[in-house]
């Protein structure tokens, strides 16, 4: 029977009387699982802010672009034709029953003043529905409404990034700013929602009616002419049955025959956004893959300092051989060594992970994040990479042959 406290207590005898050689033997596995912790925090911090993005440009969102000119032979790409009207949002809402809610968009750039400030920004006209459709609640004050829309109603609501060049700390609700000198009034503020996966920042916007955009603002090259349409569905499964019912319904409305292009382009950004997910999955795993480089080379290093230590100890291992250890007693002695060796440096090098971490995040301003998980994976490598590459000091260790051992000076 295998005496492991017997053997536990030789192990760390023999690792306490060479502390540095211990502590630098430890180094490599310190440094690997540091780094493997530290790299898993970056692309799961990365993740995670893109799925923060993606549900700020609301989920379930399918957005519907106008067609496309041709000019000379050359096709000018989708949103160059202005061919979707409010008719065509209002014939979706009704007909298309996997669609929970329509917004039709009319926007563009305009410059924007305040007293002595001004601004250029982008300014977006739609129906109150469109803070459904993007999940954008009201920070204070209130929406427009159906019957603003219906009248053309000069009000307006602001992003932060708006409020804090136009009016700093002055309290926005109430107020009157100019549009394109068109006197607009302040009815509410956006709740912050930062960038957009494009890097765009979603706050430097205002919100306005959507006939009131047309009528006051851009003007239109038809009546009712939108530039674009977003539309939510019910759910992701019916993403693509409302995708469908979508290409149907303008189908029939734009009167596109079976054999001709159409005249407007539907995009699903939830597949565009899982794409942008799944390409940041793959990024943690290869970093996660580059930085366990780092602890096969520890593992290396482990290796080497016990093969020289059953060497240095070969005269004690003759000795025990003589007084009746088994083959077995030796071997579970140096893999405990190596297996401590190991995983000591991984619990040390969790500690310098974390702090890596929490360090990248706030000098450099990365997005990280460390997950039990990777901690419990770092951890587990390390045990096992010190038996891995323990096992053959130990097996070499035991296969000594007493007579000779206690011969050797």
Request: glycine letters at 10%; charged letters at 15%; hydrophobic letters at 45%.
């Amino acid at each position: 029977m295998i005496d492991v406290s017997s053997a536990l207590r030789v192990s760390f005898r023999a690792l306490r009387v060479n502390k540095l050689r211990s502590a630098l033997t430890m180094l490599g596995i310190i440094i690997g699982v540091g780094a493997v912790i530290t790299m898993l925090a970056v692309g799961t911090g990365a993740r995670r802010m893109i799925a923060a993005q993606i549900a700020g440009m609301g989920s379930n969102l399918i957005m519907i672009l106008p067609g496309a000119t041709t000019a000379g032979g050359a096709r000018m790409g989708a949103g160059t034709q202005p061919t979707l009207s409010m008719g065509d949002a209002d014939a979706i809402g009704k007909d298309a029953s996997a669609v929970s809610d329509v917004a039709p968009v009319l926007g563009g750039i305009a410059q924007v003043v305040y007293g002595h400030q001004n601004w250029s920004t982008s300014i977006i006209g739609s129906t109150p529905s469109i803070f459904n459709v993007r999940e954008w609640p009201i920070a204070r004050g209130r929406t427009f409404s159906e019957q603003d829309v219906k009248t053309a109603t000069k009000v307006c609501l602001l992003g932060e990034t708006v409020i804090n060049n136009l009016f700093g700390d002055t309290d926005p609700i109430g107020q009157i700013i100019r549009i394109k000198n068109v006197p607009f009034t302040v009815i509410g503020v956006l709740t912050p929602k930062g960038q957009s996966p494009a890097g765009q920042d979603q706050d430097d916007n205002i919100f306005v009616p959507v006939t009131t955009a047309q009528k006051k603002l851009f003007g239109t090259a038809f009546p009712g002419m939108v530039r674009i349409i977003m539309v939510k569905a019910k759910s992701a499964e019916n993403m693509a049955s409302a995708e469908k019912q979508i290409n149907e319904i303008l189908a029939q409305r734009h009167h596109i025959g079976a054999k001709q292009d159409s005249d407007f382009t539907v995009r699903n950004l939830t597949q565009i956004m899982q794409t942008a997910e799944q390409s940041a999955k793959i990024m943690t795993l290869l970093l996660g893959a580059i930085a366990s480089v780092s602890l096969i080379v520890g593992g290396i290093g482990i290796m080497n300092i016990m093969l020289v230590s059953v060497t240095e100890r070969t005269r004690e291992i003759g000795i025990r051989m003589a007084i009746g250890a088994k083959t077995w007693d030796i071997r579970l002695q140096f893999l405990i060594e190596a297996l401590s060796l190991s995983l000591l440096g991984g619990i040390i090098g969790i500690i310098l992970g974390v702090s890596g971490s929490r360090a990248l995040s706030m000098l450099a301003g990365w997005p990280t994040e460390v997950s039990p998980l990777s901690l419990a994976l770092a951890f587990g490598f390390s045990g096992l990479v010190g038996i891995f590459f323990g096992f053959y000091p130990a097996y070499k260790a035991s296969l000594l042959n007493p007579i000779d051992a206690l011969r050797y000076e």
